[in-house]
């Protein structure tokens, strides 16, 4: 059965051509198109050329937006000894040792992103049923396993972003607010596409990017002409 498009949708989807916009012109066009009653998103898809069946061919990795994210973003911390002291006081909003696993065990889940230094994993990782379909796991690769926790929680507070490709070879990341102005968009933008030419997988042959396309939660999907995003040189990235 056909998904209904609302009657607003229909209306916006009538300002996209069917074409790739010359990026600050799709930003520009992504704002114009956020009309839900709800401040929305800004959210980037992005297909490559990989198949993330094979080790060699998964993209999974982080990228700093230099503007935030526009988000709160609650961070707890699984450590021990001092470390937990070293977490609170570096701005976590939970910190603990086993305590803290037992109630993540009961079902507490008030937070959006989970750090654990390297010799609590052992314990995290029975845990990994109830954060591996959230995306809470802590992972080396995405940041979240480090002795260093007072600059991953700066990080991760000031819009440090994990993200991976799906199965199907796509990158789902929100990287702002539409209420953001343009040109704060678009540095988020440039870093988030930095970040996935740099961690190339070494198993990507062939044409790496294969489209991009940006959005706004509740607005058309809008076409981003990859060559002019790649070769796109900001001056002001700060």
């Known amino acids: 059965m056909a998904k209904k498009i609302s009657r607003r949708l229909q209306e916006l989807n009538k300002k996209v051509e069917e074409r790739p916009y010359q990026p600050l012109e799709a930003l520009t066009l992504l704002k114009e198109t956020a009309t839900a009653k709800f401040p929305e998103s800004a959210e980037a898809h992005i297909r490559l ?27 707890a911390v699984i450590a021990r000894g001092e470390k937990v002291t070293e977490a609170t006081n ?12 037992a109630e993540i065990q009961q079902g507490r889940m008030d ?52 993200f991976r490709a799906d199965r199907t070879g796509i990158v789902h990341v929100m990287f702002g607010k ?40 509740m607005g058309p999907s809008i076409e981003v002409d990859i060559s002019a995003l790649r070769d796109l040189k900001l001056t002001e990235t700060a």
């Open 178 to 217: 539409a209420a953001f102005p343009t040109e704060d968009l678009l540095v988020n933008l440039k870093a988030l596409q930095e970040s996935i030419d740099r961690n190339r997988p070494s198993g990507a042959k062939g044409r790496y990017w294969r489209s991009v396309y940006v959005t706004s939660t």
């Open 111 to 162: 937070f959006d992103k989970l750090i654990a230094t390297p010799d609590m994993m052992p314990q995290v990782a029975k845990l990994g049923k109830l954060l591996g379909p959230r995306g809470l796991m802590p992972s080396p690769k995405g940041g979240t396993v480090t002795f260093d926790l007072g600059q991953a929680i700066n990080e991760f507070k000031a819009g440090k972003l994990e």
């Open 49 to 75: 050329g990989i198949d993330p069946k094979y080790t060699d061919q998964q993209l999974r990795t982080t990228v700093a937006l230099p503007k935030g994210t526009g988000q709160t973003v609650r961070v």
């Open 90 to 101: 570096a701005g976590a909003d939970l910190a603990g040792s086993e305590d803290l696993i």
